[in-house]
């Protein structure tokens, strides 16, 4: 998969160039150092991997446009195609019941985020203010539980994912940084 080595720096594990969509990534960039490449692979790290920053900070076009403007200087910057294949890819390859239950929890968490960033206690009729507070009150801290165990179901979930991409007998490629 894509990782995020000591040095902050996205990398490629070496197999994964056996994988078409992340092949034509690789060989599209006739650079040496591979800059472009490794880019690319940079931003579908960080708009999907589950320990990505901008992926846990932002969300739809947002997101995007952050990962965009950090990496390419440029928020409007028009990728090519092949990159949306790579990206499905990436999807897929981290895909599993308990990840799709998570993303799923994470997206309800997001709209109910959006609720409480809309009301507004001056709708509420000023005799039903005191009630409306308490149950808000209730509210946010039930939130703030549900937060916790995605949170924690988020590690268990990565855990799972990355355990076997840290084999210690195959070998590096010239990109990729020793444990």
Do not use: C
């Amino acid at each position: 998969m894509l990782i995020l080595n000591e040095n902050n720096t996205v990398t490629i594990l070496h197999e994964m160039l056996l994988i078409p969509a992340y092949k034509k990534i690789w060989d599209s960039d006739k650079d040496v150092n591979k800059v472009t490449a490794l880019s690319y692979f940079s931003y579908i790290y960080f708009k999907h991997d589950l320990k990505s920053k901008y992926r846990n900070n932002y969300s739809g076009d947002e997101l995007e446009e952050k990962i965009k403007i950090d990496l390419f200087e440029n928020k409007k910057i028009k990728l090519p195609e092949y990159i949306k294949d790579a990206e499905a890819k990436y999807i897929e390859l981290q895909s599993s019941k308990a990840l799709k239950m998570l993303l799923s929890a994470e997206s309800a968490l997001e709209q109910i985020t959006s609720y409480f960033d809309n009301f507004k206690i001056t709708d509420i009729k000023i005799d039903d203010r005191a009630d409306s507070i308490n149950k808000l009150m209730r509210n946010l801290k039930e939130v703030d539980d549900v937060t916790e165990k995605i949170e924690a179901a988020k590690k268990r979930i990565e855990s799972e994912l990355f355990v076997n991409n840290q084999s210690k007998k195959r070998k590096l490629g010239k990109f990729e940084i020793p444990d």
